[in-house]
């Protein structure tokens, strides 16, 4: 069976289709190198979303859980060196408090079809161990394939108001 070029593609618009079935309503970000073309740039523009851009990734926290609070369902789009940056944040308001939130966060320079885990990039290859230390369960986005997840992680994350990770692998292209 030969896999096509279609098939390793992750477009920005099926993550987008995705957050929307979760009824996402907010998305905060710094923006990065990673998902700025094909996912930060059309969600800039998308008037069912509104886009709270940050200086620094643990400000996004604060929101997220502010706005749980307000029933109110937020993504939280990083790449992997934020997500690093903001872990006492994470710790401290979504694991401990025990709050729905969801990190989308970008693996910038994974190699395609490579587990994070096997990553030449040591930053990459931390993340999913991080994760698991810190409790919160998470998942791979590579592509257009693996997207259903993404709307399911939201809904798991808001049944058990415990948080979750979305791990982008891929990089999103803006193409429809």
Not at 7 to 20: D, P, S
Not at 143 to 171: N, V
Request: overall charge negative; charged content about 25%; aromatic content about 4%.
């Amino acid at each position: 069976m030969t896999t096509t070029a279609a098939a390793l593609t992750l477009r920005g618009a099926t993550i987008i289709e995705q957050m929307k079935k979760a009824r996402v309503s907010h998305v905060l970000s710094v923006p990065d190198l990673h998902t700025s073309h094909g996912l930060l740039a059309p969600i800039a523009q998308d008037p069912d979303f509104q886009l709270i851009r940050v200086c620094k990734e643990d400000e996004c926290l604060g929101i997220a859980a502010g706005l749980t609070y307000g029933d109110k369902r937020a993504a939280i789009l990083v790449q992997y060196t934020g997500f690093l940056y903001a872990m006492n944040a994470i710790r401290g308001v979504a694991c401990e408090q025990k709050l729905p939130i969801v990190l989308m966060i970008g693996l910038l320079g994974k190699e395609p079809g490579t587990p994070p885990a096997e990553s030449r990039r040591f930053g990459v290859r931390i993340v999913e161990p991080i994760l698991d230390v810190l409790g919160i369960p998470h998942v791979c986005i590579e592509t257009d394939d693996d997207a259903p997840a993404i709307s399911a992680m939201f809904d798991d994350a808001w049944r058990e108001s415990r948080p979750r990770a979305i791990l982008i692998g891929g990089r999103p292209e803006a193409r429809a």
